[in-house]
């Protein structure tokens, strides 16, 4: 809502009937920037790796660095913003994703990227926290699902526009200028967003943030996923790995001893006592770790084994997430008629199916092969998430709608940040000297190896699928969060 004596969002906008549309072409400005940049980095990693004479566990932390940020401040900032005002909220993750694309774009060093790249997963989680929210209050219901249902074909293009588009600046500008484009647009963004979104009222009496929890979980999650992928690294000491794996599972411990005891944590343990509610959750989980693991480590073995130009390399990475957005709104409306047990079963087999065969291509593996098998893993991804959110969704006990939906996307950020981190484990682990793309024989062992352990998860998520027969008796369409 406006408040009183404020001159924005402009009477020239705010007057206008089709004023809600508006709106959401500023949100969805928002959403595309923050899903282009997150699968932006797939396809700019080995180039880092090669400017930068860096091991992949280090470079790895560009990407997980930006996807840890978002995880942790999701289910925290949501909150707070709701307390502060929406679009204060909005504008400042635009300024601060500027500031921090810009300062990445410099590229003085690979720790300066992953620090810039912490900040730009700020303003990026800002912009999130609110997309969803701004739709929903801005429009009624017989409109809002279609609102929704755009904003998800936005994110779903950033995400797969984001490898061709970093490949052809790679091979034709530079890598940098992935990261300065945002800098106008972000510009842009924020005028229009001081220009148009409405004030929303701040929600007085709002339930406090567990800011303890959300510092425990953060604590844990990066103490672990540091250890880990420092673990694979030549000379890393025993008695170091040890000492953080135990800090890790100690903080993992108070975080949830302290969520069991407050009104409202992050996490609602109480939840885990449905099994199938469990069981849908990591099998989404799996699902992201799949996708998060094969397009990470994929690049290195188009361009080192195979020999593709990067810009082809990046455009091949687009037919996974182009081929979700196919998949998502078929199996979305057949769960109507059928159900969703066994569209996510169809869906978890082809992810498998793909991962297997992916582990094992060779030297001259045709492009029509690395076209089908992506097509058969985005399609498989497509035709599981959409049936496995609206189930999980329809076993949420009244009143608590928000806090599982916060859970579902939390842990689709988990799996996308397990994802990368297992498969440069696996990938570090062969290619034990550094820089070794001139060997063919050693990246595509290693290649091959860690989509193989992939496989292995892709079995434990068939298993969890098969687990969770439960159907929900209300269909609640949820779209899936992407970046």
């Known amino acids: 809502m406006q ?3 404020s001159r924005y969002p402009l009477e020239y906008f705010k007057n206008k009937s089709n004023y809600r549309w508006y709106i959401l072409t500023v949100v969805l400005l928002g959403a595309f920037m923050s899903a282009l940049d997150l699968n932006l980095m797939n396809i700019i ?3 880092l790796e090669h400017v930068f004479h860096q091991q992949l566990f280090i470079v790895e932390w560009a990407t997980i660095a930006y996807q840890l940020t978002l995880t ?3 289910p925290v900032l949501g909150r707070v913003s709701d307390i502060i005002g929406r679009k204060k909220f909005y504008n400042i993750g635009f300024v601060i994703f500027i500031i921090g694309s810009g300062m990445v774009g410099l590229g003085l060093s690979i720790q300066w990227i992953i620090g810039w790249r ?3 997963a700020v303003g990026a989680t800002f912009l999130q926290s609110n997309s969803i929210a701004i739709i929903s209050a801005n ?6 699902g279609k609102a929704i249902g755009i904003q998800g074909a936005v994110q779903a293009t950033g995400m797969a526009i984001g490898p061709s588009f970093g490949g052809f600046l790679i091979q034709y500008v530079s890598w940098n200028y992935a990261f300065y484009i945002n800098v106008p647009v972000g510009i842009i963004g924020t005028i229009l967003a001081l220009l148009i979104l409405p004030e929303s ?6 339930e406090k943030v567990d800011y303890v929890g959300a510092a425990l979980f953060t604590s844990f999650l990066a103490i672990f996923l540091f250890n880990f992928s420092m673990s694979s690294s030549k000379g890393y000491p025993l008695i170091q790995m040890y000492v953080l794996y135990l800090v890790s599972i100690i903080l993992l411990i108070a975080f949830i001893f302290h969520g069991r005891k407050i009104k409202n944590p992050i996490i609602d343990f109480s939840l885990f006592k449905n099994i199938e509610y469990v069981a849908g959750n990591f099998a989404g989980l799996i699902s992201y770790l799949l996708i998060g693991g094969t397009m990470f480590i994929v690049p290195f073995y ?3 084994v195979l020999g593709y130009k990067p810009s082809l390399a990046g455009t091949l990475l687009v037919i996974i997430p182009a081929f979700m957005g196919v998949g998502t709104p078929i199996s979305g409306a057949l769960s109507d008629k059928m159900g969703s ?4 079963i169809t869906g978890f087999i082809l992810m498998t199916i793909s991962i297997l065969l992916l582990s094992t291509v060779y030297y001259h593996t045709s492009i029509f092969e690395i076209i089908f098998l992506f097509l058969i893993l985005g399609l498989g991804m497509g035709i599981f998430t959409a049936p496995n959110n609206s189930s999980i969704m329809g076993m949420s006990p009244p009143g608590k709608l928000s806090l599982v939906g916060g859970f579902l996307n939390m842990m689709r950020s988990l799996g996308l940040i397990f994802g990368v981190s297992i498969a440069t484990f696996v990938y570090e682990s062969y290619v034990l000297n550094g820089y070794l793309e001139e060997n063919k024989t050693i990246v595509l062992s290693a290649f091959t190896h860690a989509m193989f352990i992939l496989f292995i998860f892709s079995i434990i998520g068939l298993i969890l699928t098969l687990i969770k027969r439960k159907e929900s008796k209300e269909k609640i369409t949820v779209l899936p969060e992407i970046g």
Not at 201 to 206: H, L, P, Q, T, V
């Open 3 to 5: 408040k009183s004596g």
């Open 45 to 47: 990693n080995p180039e």
């Open 72 to 74: 942790s401040l999701l």
């Open 118 to 120: 912490i900040l730009q």
């Open 139 to 144: 429009f009624p219901g017989n409109e809002r």
């Open 201 to 206: 009222k701040s929600e007085a009496g709002y």
């Open 302 to 304: 188009l361009e080192y």
């Open 341 to 344: 047990y066994k569209l996510t």
